[in-house]
């Protein structure tokens, strides 16, 4: 599986952008999607995460009400809808794919990366 994620870019502080990651090669039949990011100088850190069936659906807590994490099945895509963007959301933002239906926090969960993108909040 090949993820491939985009819709980074440069947005000033309240601003909105929307991520995607796309996903190629042989698929698993359920699996668990999630969005984490690494900040400059900082170690990788979760963001959002969506079970198989919708449940659960876990947020980092300072992104909470501000992000939104969906995927279009039959598109193999996960989204990372990004609102009331704040200066410390600028980070490079990654994909994740796991290979069970379960969705957590923790990065080793997932088995398959995107390549990142880069989210740049100004104030």
């Known amino acids: 599986v090949q993820l491939q994620a985009s819709g980074g870019g440069s947005v000033q502080a309240g601003g909105s952008l929307r991520l995607s990651c796309v996903a190629s090669?042989?698929?698993?039949?359920?699996?668990?999607v999630a969005w984490f990011r690494r900040a400059p100088g900082k170690e990788r850190e979760f963001v959002a995460a969506?079970?198989?069936?919708?449940?659960?659906?876990l947020y980092e807590d300072s992104v909470k009400g501000r992000f939104t994490i969906s995927r279009d099945g039959a598109e193999n895509t996960v989204n990372l809808q990004m609102s009331g963007l704040k200066p410390e959301d600028t980070a490079v933002y990654y994909c994740?794919?796991?290979?069970?239906?379960?969705?957590?926090?923790?990065?080793?969960?997932?088995?398959?990366w995107g390549q990142g993108t880069l989210v740049t909040v100004s104030s």
């Open positions: 090669g042989r698929t698993h039949v359920s699996y668990a």
């Open positions: 969506l079970g198989w069936h919708g449940r659960p659906t």
């Open positions: 994740a794919r796991s290979r069970t239906s379960v969705a957590t926090r923790k990065q080793y969960d997932y088995t398959y």
